[in-house]
C-alpha cells in the first residue's frame, strides 16, 4: 500500500480489538511521508519510515507485504519485489497492484514466499 493510501485510513472504533497489530509506511517522497504522519497519528503502532524499496530493511517480519500502484513504475521492480519477499514471515504474502491500461481496474496474483 502507498503512504497515500494508508494515509487515507481512519480509525474504526468497532476494530479495534482485532486487525493488524502495526505496520510500516514506506515512500521516498518527504511531502507524503508528511501527509502520512499526520493522517496516520490515530494508528500509535504504525511507522512512517523513508525508506526506498530497494532498501527495506526487513526480514522475516511482516504477515503481509503489499505494494498498490508502485512496483511497474521502478527501473528494478524484480529487487523491490524480492526486498517484499524477504521481509514477510514465511507463509506471509505479497500483494502487487499494478495498473492494467486503458482501464479502472488492476490486475493482482498470489505469489507463495515460502522457500
Avoid at 507463509?91 to 515460502?114: A, E, F, H, K, Q
Wanted: a positive charge; glycine letters at 10%.
Amino acid at each position: 500500500m502507498t503512504v497515500d493510501e494508508l494515509s487515507q485510513l481512519r480509525p474504526d472504533p468497532s476494530r479495534q480489538r482485532g486487525g493488524a497489530a502495526g505496520g510500516v509506511a514506506v515512500d521516498i517522497d518527504e511531502r507524503s511521508l508528511e501527509g502520512a504522519r499526520r493522517n496516520l497519528r490515530p494508528f500509535p503502532t504504525m511507522q512512517v519510515m523513508r525508506r526506498s524499496a530497494y532498501d527495506l530493511p526487513f526480514e522475516g517480519r511482516f504477515d503481509l507485504a503489499f505494494s498498490i500502484g508502485v512496483i511497474h513504475h521502478l527501473e528494478y521492480p524484480q529487487r523491490a519485489l524480492e526486498r517484499m519477499a524477504r521481509a514477510v514471515k514465511p507463509g506471509g504474502r505479497v500483494l502487487i497492484w499494478v495498473y492494467v491500461p486503458r482501464t479502472i481496474g488492476g490486475y493482482s496474483s498470489r505469489i507463495s514466499c515460502d522457500d
